[in-house]
């Protein structure tokens, strides 16, 4: 059975910086597209950034270029996600996912097969 798990989200000042990380079992990365998606309240899921860890090719949403980082260690099989200079517009429950087949990068979240329960993300000004 797969399983993603997300830790690390809370509360931070705009400005300030948190770390998600995400731990899967039952599944290695690979080849395979890994990466972070977030949904604020009423709004749409929307991609934030995506990699393949075999070649560490990363992909960033214009919203969070140059401000968050995405890795992976292999050793640990997880992936995390490097907030920086974090801004109010910026919270959002965050998920991590990751893509059976695919091993392209994309930020459509229907080609991701396997999902976290998700981590809450809350920046206040």
């Known amino acids: 059975e797969v399983q993603l798990v997300e830790s690390g989200g809370g509360l931070v000042q705009a400005g300030g910086s948190l770390r998600l990380s995400c731990a899967a079992s039952?599944?290695?990365?690979?080849?395979?597209?890994i990466g972070w998606f977030r949904q604020a309240p009423g709004k749409a899921r929307e991609g934030v950034a995506c990699?393949?860890?075999?070649?560490?090719?990363?992909y960033y949403a214009d919203s969070v270029k140059g401000r968050f980082t995405i890795s992976s260690d292999d050793a640990k099989n997880t992936m995390y996600l490097q907030m920086n200079n974090l801004k109010p517009e910026d919270t959002a429950i965050y998920y991590c996912?990751?893509?059976?087949?695919?091993?392209?990068?994309?930020?459509?979240?229907?080609?991701?097969?396997?999902w976290g329960q998700g981590t809450q993300v809350t920046v206040s000004s």
């Open positions: 990699m393949r860890s075999s070649d560490s090719n990363t």
């Open positions: 996912a990751a893509a059976h087949e695919i091993t392209h990068l994309t930020l459509l979240d229907f080609l991701y097969d396997y």
């Open positions: 039952g599944f290695t990365f690979d080849a395979r597209a």
